[in-house]
C-alpha cells in the first residue's frame, strides 16, 4: 500500500467519522419511530443520587453511574437515535437479503411478500398456567365458556417459509390446549386451514385480516349453535391500501407492497361505548382517523382499550363476553350480527374479576380467544380465575 492511499484512507475514515459524529449533534432526537412503530429511547440524565458508590458489589446500591445502567441506557439511547437508523435498518435488510439470508431481526423473508415471525417455544409453566386459569373460569361462572385459540401464518401459512426454517410448534400448543380445556373447544384452526389459499391474514403484519376474521366467525356460530349468514351476504369495502403492520415494522424490510385493510360490516346503527379508565365515553366500530397513521390496524374499534361494549344488531340476542386480544377487533363487527351486545375485556389493563363482570352484567356466554402466540406469553390471564 502506497504511502498516498495510506493518507487518503485515514483522511476518509476520520471524515466518514467527523460526519456522523457532527450528524449525531445536530440531529434532533425522535420521540417515535412510525417504521418500527416504537417509542425510541431518550437522552438518560444523572442526578446526586446517580453517583452513589456501594462497596458491596454484590448489594446491588449503587447509582446508576456506578452500577453500569448509566452506559447501558447511554448505549441504548445512542443506537435508538442514530442519524438516518431507518435507512441502515432497511439497508441491513437489503444486505441480508442479497446475502441469501431468509431472516432478519426474528422475521422470517416469505414467498409471495409475506413476513413471518418466528415461534419461539413458549415457557410450559406460563402455558399450564394460563390453561388452568381457563378452567377455574368455567368452574366460577355457571354460563357456558367457549375457548379458541388463533394459529398465526406460522402455522397456516407453513408453505411459504423459508426451507428448514426452526418454529416452536403451534399445533402442538393447540393439541394441549383442546386436550385440557374444561371449556367448549372451538377449533378456529381448521376454518382456517381450510381457507389457508386465499387473503386471510396481512402479509405485512400479525393478525388476521376480516376475511380471516369471518372464517372465524363462522366457525365460533357453528359451535354456540348459531348460523352465520354466508359470506356472499356481505359487501367489501377496501378502506385502506396502504397498510405495513407489526412484522414490517420489526423485520427492516421496506421493498414490499403494503396491504389492503377490507370490512363487511357497516357501522350505521352500531352503538359502542368505550372505557380508557373508570368513565365510559362514546366509542366505534371503525376510528376512520386510524387509517392516517402508521398503525392502521387500531382502525378497528380504534385499538386496544380495557373495556369495549358494542350494542348488537339482534336486540333479543344473548350477551357474550369475550375475553381477547387485539385479534378480536377485527372480529367484533361480524358478532353484532347474532348477540345483543358483545363487551370485549381485555386483561392486560383491565383486573375485574371475571366473575364478577358476568354476574353485574347479566352475560348469558363467555368466549375466551386468543392468537396462540398471545396467549403462550400473556401474563394476565390470572384474573380469569378470581
Same mark, same amino acid.
Given at each position: 500500500?502506497?504511502?498516498?492511499?495510506?493518507?487518503?484512507?485515514?483522511?476518509?475514515?476520520?471524515?466518514?467519522?467527523?460526519?456522523?459524529?457532527?450528524?449525531?449533534?445536530?440531529? %434532533? +432526537?425522535?420521540?417515535?419511530?412510525?417504521? *418500527?412503530?416504537?417509542? =425510541? &429511547? #431518550?437522552?438518560?440524565?444523572?442526578?446526586?443520587?446517580?453517583?452513589?458508590?456501594?462497596?458491596?458489589?454484590?448489594?446491588?446500591?449503587?447509582?446508576?453511574?456506578?452500577?453500569g445502567k448509566f452506559m447501558s441506557d447511554f448505549e441504548t439511547y445512542l443506537t435508538d437515535q442514530f442519524v438516518f437508523r431507518d435507512q441502515w435498518i432497511a439497508a441491513k435488510a437489503l444486505a441480508e437479503r442479497a446475502a441469501g439470508k431468509g431472516e432478519n431481526n426474528g422475521v422470517y423473508l416469505c414467498d409471495q411478500d409475506t413476513l413471518i415471525s418466528r415461534f419461539e417455544t413458549p415457557d410450559p409453566e406460563r402455558v399450564a398456567d394460563n390453561l388452568d386459569y381457563v378452567n377455574k373460569l368455567v368452574e366460577n361462572v355457571d354460563i357456558p365458556v367457549y375457548f379458541s385459540l388463533i394459529p398465526g401464518k406460522v402455522s397456516v401459512?407453513?408453505?411459504?417459509? %423459508? +426451507?428448514?426454517?426452526?418454529?416452536?410448534? *403451534?399445533?402442538?400448543? =393447540? &393439541? #394441549?390446549?383442546?386436550?385440557?380445556?374444561?371449556?367448549?373447544?372451538?377449533?378456529?384452526?381448521?376454518?382456517?386451514?381450510?381457507?389457508?389459499?386465499?387473503?386471510?391474514?396481512?402479509?405485512?403484519?400479525?393478525?388476521?385480516?376480516?376475511?380471516?376474521?369471518?372464517?372465524?366467525?363462522?366457525?365460533?356460530?357453528?359451535?354456540?349453535?348459531?348460523?352465520?349468514?354466508?359470506?356472499?351476504?356481505?359487501?367489501?369495502?377496501?378502506?385502506?391500501?396502504?397498510?405495513?403492520?407489526?412484522?414490517?415494522?420489526?423485520?427492516?424490510?421496506?421493498?414490499?407492497?403494503?396491504?389492503?385493510?377490507?370490512?363487511?360490516?357497516?357501522?350505521?346503527?352500531?352503538?359502542?361505548?368505550?372505557?380508557?379508565?373508570?368513565?365510559?365515553?362514546?366509542?366505534?366500530?371503525?376510528?376512520?382517523?386510524?387509517?392516517?397513521?402508521?398503525?392502521?390496524?387500531?382502525?378497528?374499534?380504534?385499538?386496544?382499550?380495557?373495556?369495549?361494549?358494542?350494542?348488537?344488531?339482534?336486540?333479543?340476542?344473548?350477551?357474550?363476553?369475550?375475553?381477547?386480544?387485539?385479534?378480536?377487533?377485527?372480529?367484533?363487527?361480524?358478532?353484532?350480527?347474532?348477540?345483543?351486545?358483545?363487551?370485549?375485556?381485555?386483561?392486560?389493563?383491565?383486573?375485574?374479576?371475571?366473575?364478577?363482570?358476568?354476574?353485574?352484567?347479566?352475560?348469558?356466554?363467555?368466549?375466551?380467544?386468543?392468537?396462540?402466540?398471545?396467549?403462550?406469553?400473556?401474563?394476565?390471564?390470572?384474573?380469569?380465575?378470581?
Amino acid at each position: 500500500m502506497s504511502k498516498r492511499y495510506a493518507i487518503f484512507l485515514t483522511v476518509f475514515f476520520c471524515g466518514f467519522l467527523a460526519f456522523f459524529f457532527a450528524a449525531n449533534l445536530i440531529s %434532533p +432526537d425522535r420521540d417515535f419511530s412510525q417504521d *418500527e412503530n416504537r417509542y =425510541l &429511547a #431518550q437522552l438518560p440524565t444523572l442526578d446526586a443520587g446517580d453517583f452513589k458508590l456501594s462497596l458491596d458489589p454484590f448489594s446491588g446500591e449503587s447509582g446508576d453511574f456506578f452500577s453500569g445502567k448509566f452506559m447501558s441506557d447511554f448505549e441504548t439511547y445512542l443506537t435508538d437515535q442514530f442519524v438516518f437508523r431507518d435507512q441502515w435498518i432497511a439497508a441491513k435488510a437489503l444486505a441480508e437479503r442479497a446475502a441469501g439470508k431468509g431472516e432478519n431481526n426474528g422475521v422470517y423473508l416469505c414467498d409471495q411478500d409475506t413476513l413471518i415471525s418466528r415461534f419461539e417455544t413458549p415457557d410450559p409453566e406460563r402455558v399450564a398456567d394460563n390453561l388452568d386459569y381457563v378452567n377455574k373460569l368455567v368452574e366460577n361462572v355457571d354460563i357456558p365458556v367457549y375457548f379458541s385459540l388463533i394459529p398465526g401464518k406460522v402455522s397456516v401459512w407453513a408453505d411459504r417459509l %423459508p +426451507d428448514g426454517a426452526p418454529n416452536a410448534s *403451534e399445533e402442538d400448543i =393447540l &393439541a #394441549q390446549a383442546e386436550e385440557s380445556t374444561q371449556a367448549r373447544w372451538v377449533d378456529i384452526a381448521a376454518a382456517l386451514e381450510a381457507h389457508k389459499g386465499e387473503d386471510i391474514y396481512y402479509r405485512l403484519d400479525h393478525h388476521w385480516t376480516s376475511l380471516g376474521a369471518y372464517y372465524g366467525y363462522a366457525a365460533l356460530m357453528e359451535a354456540m349453535g348459531l348460523e352465520a349468514a354466508p359470506l356472499s351476504d356481505y359487501e367489501k369495502t377496501t378502506v385502506s391500501t396502504d397498510f405495513n403492520g407489526t412484522t414490517y415494522s420489526s423485520s427492516g424490510v421496506r421493498w414490499m407492497a403494503p396491504d389492503a385493510i377490507d370490512i363487511y360490516v357497516p357501522e350505521e346503527g352500531i352503538a359502542v361505548t368505550a372505557w380508557n379508565g373508570s368513565q365510559p365515553e362514546a366509542g366505534v366500530l371503525y376510528d376512520w382517523s386510524k387509517l392516517e397513521v402508521k398503525d392502521k390496524y387500531s382502525f378497528f374499534l380504534g385499538g386496544n382499550k380495557p373495556l369495549v361494549v358494542v350494542e348488537g344488531r339482534n336486540t333479543d340476542g344473548p350477551r357474550l363476553l369475550v375475553i381477547r386480544d387485539s385479534y378480536s377487533d377485527s372480529l367484533a363487527p361480524f358478532l353484532t350480527a347474532d348477540f345483543s351486545q358483545v363487551h370485549l375485556f381485555d386483561p392486560r389493563y383491565n383486573k375485574t374479576p371475571v366473575s364478577q363482570y358476568v354476574a353485574e352484567n347479566e352475560i348469558d356466554q363467555v368466549l375466551v380467544l386468543y392468537s396462540v402466540a398471545n396467549f403462550v406469553s400473556d401474563g394476565n390471564l390470572f384474573v380469569l380465575s378470581r
